[in-house]
């Protein structure tokens, strides 16, 4: 329990001189404790209440009180996913000029290989991020569901070889068969 103090002790001072450089916790008005809240639970989601109370000198229900309150805000949120760090799985991240960004980010929304897009300033406005368990995979759901669509101007495939931290991204991994996806083409080269 002493190093969850000192931690605790070091955290503070370093979220002191974050908020001196960015102004982050004023932009989303909070204070010491809910930067702290925020800080242990981002290490260690699995963090109790009572842990958490103890290290921000509360009781266990102002800091359940604060945690959801953080909640209700949209500031702390919990996400489920697979750690790309851990498993044996590609990820590519593909930048895309799209005349539509909506539309093309809509035709994936229920293909288990996408994960996520943004989108973004610049020529490429849309970026699609999608895992497989081959470059084939990957490969495959470029060729047949982005090069040669009318909404893509261009784009660029880009593999990714590294994260600098856990990347973790909810991914629908619960399908028998391609019937149960909605996607209205025949993903041969997806799925096979």
């Not at 805000?73 to 996913?81: A, E, W």
């Not at 851990?86 to 996408?114: G, M, W």
């Not at 991204?169 to 149960?180: L, S």
Request: a positive charge; hydrophobic letters at 35%; proline letters at 3%.
């Amino acid at each position: 329990m002493h190093n969850i103090y000192k931690m605790v002790k070091k955290t503070f001072s370093k979220i002191d001189e974050f908020k001196k450089k960015t102004k982050f916790s004023d932009h989303l008005n909070l204070d010491k404790r809910d930067d702290m809240i925020l800080s242990l639970l981002q290490k260690d989601p699995r963090t109790s209440q009572e842990e958490i109370a103890k290290a921000i000198k509360l009781s266990q229900p102002s800091t359940g009180a604060r945690i959801r309150k953080l909640k209700e805000k949209g500031i702390l949120s919990h996400t489920t996913g697979i750690n790309f760090n851990k498993v044996n799985l590609h990820l590519a991240k593909v930048d895309v000029s799209a005349k539509d960004t909506q539309a093309v980010i809509d035709e994936f929304s229920d293909c288990p290989h996408f994960l996520n897009a943004l989108v973004t300033s610049g020529r490429f406005n849309v970026c699609l991020f999608f895992t497989g368990v081959s470059l084939k995979h990957i490969e495959g759901i470029v060729n047949e569901h982005l090069r040669g669509n009318e909404k893509v101007k261009e784009l660029d495939l880009s593999i990714v070889i590294s994260t600098a931290k856990d990347m973790i991204m909810p991914m629908n991994i619960n399908y028998d068969n391609k019937a149960q996806l909605s996607c209205p083409q025949d993903c041969k080269n997806c799925l096979n």
